[in-house]
């Protein structure tokens, strides 16, 4: 593993280790109400996420997977309108951290319980949480943003039946139908977003929007010789800068220069969902 990579890790693991005693990211005395709530519930998720993921690598759940897992369950509503879900943090910025977030937060939580090694997911003490999670990602797939529904269908093919038939195959028919004729998606068409600088939304294929679709249709079963998944990958192949190596995708939010380092975070996530599309096996 990189000495980078390695690092990472340790500080998640520590995060989680110590997280009775260390502070939120964003805590209510400087961010305001109630983001210590939104940031302990997006960090416990993450970590829970993050760590599995090594975990699953590895073969074994280790007990800072576990930690991270208790941490996880005991913010999770067990009430009201996000019954099921976690805090997560809004700052009004699409499609991560807005309203319709708590969402994407929430299918994160189950793809972490669905890669935890060692049959993690069929543990008995935690059946009741997991219920609490599969019925809130069934209750807003029919209405959340279509992105937020791609990652309802990517958390389906973890985690059995977070989705029901029905449920998958209209995102699946959703998703393809937004594919334009050059063979990618385009962020822009997967919400109704709007910038809060008034400037228009790129409509172009970008490597966001592409690499997520490509990377969930193949999640769901798709083969590669699939004419939609075929095509998308052509498109990212055919995409990718040659002097930086990366993906382009454009804020949601505002217009932003492409070379400055906010500008290049969309671009960021677009590389990292473009090379998961084209390494899966």
Request: charged letters at 25%.
């Given at each position: 593993m990189p000495a980078p990579e390695r690092r990472m890790?340790?500080?998640?693991?520590?995060?989680?280790r110590l997280w009775r005693d260390v502070e939120p990211f964003y805590p209510d005395q400087t961010r305001g109400l109630p983001k210590t709530?939104?940031?302990?519930?997006?960090?416990?998720?993450?970590?829970?996420?993050?760590?599995a993921g090594r975990d699953a690598q590895n073969g074994a759940l280790s007990d800072d997977v576990r930690l991270a897992f208790g941490n996880m369950w005991a913010l999770q509503f067990r009430a009201g309108d996000q019954k099921g879900a976690w805090a997560w943090l809004n700052f009004h910025n699409e499609p991560w951290e807005a309203n319709g977030s708590p969402y994407f937060g929430a299918a994160l939580a189950a793809i972490a319980?669905?890669?935890?090694?060692?049959?993690?997911?069929?543990?008995?003490?935690?059946?009741?949480?997991?219920?609490l999670l599969r019925d809130y990602l069934q209750r807003g797939a029919d209405t959340v943003s279509l992105f937020n529904r791609i990652m309802g269908l990517w958390a389906s093919t973890q985690l059995p039946e977070v989705l029901t038939p029905v449920q998958r195959q209209a995102i699946v028919d959703a998703a393809i139908a937004k594919q334009q004729d050059d063979g990618g998606w385009s962020t822009n068409s997967l919400g109704t977003w709007k910038r809060y600088d008034g400037t228009p939304?790129?409509?172009?294929?970008?490597?966001?929007?592409?690499?997520?679709?490509?990377?969930?249709l193949q999640s769901a079963g798709f083969t590669r010789?699939?004419?939609h998944v075929r095509s998308g990958l052509a498109w990212l192949v055919e995409h990718q800068d040659a002097k930086t190596g990366m993906w382009?995708?454009?804020?949601?939010?505002?217009?932003?220069?492409?070379?400055?380092d906010i500008g290049k975070f969309m671009s960021d996530a677009a590389t990292a969902y473009a090379v998961l599309a084209l390494t899966r096996p």
């Open positions: 890790l340790d500080n998640v693991a520590n995060r989680v709530s939104e940031s302990r519930g997006t960090e416990a998720v993450l970590n829970a996420l993050i760590l319980v669905g890669r935890a090694p060692g049959g993690y997911a069929s543990s008995p003490e935690i059946q009741g949480q997991i219920k939304l790129d409509e172009k294929s970008d490597g966001l929007a592409t690499g997520l679709v490509v990377l969930v010789a699939d004419r382009f995708a454009s804020s949601l939010n505002k217009s932003r220069s492409p070379d400055s």
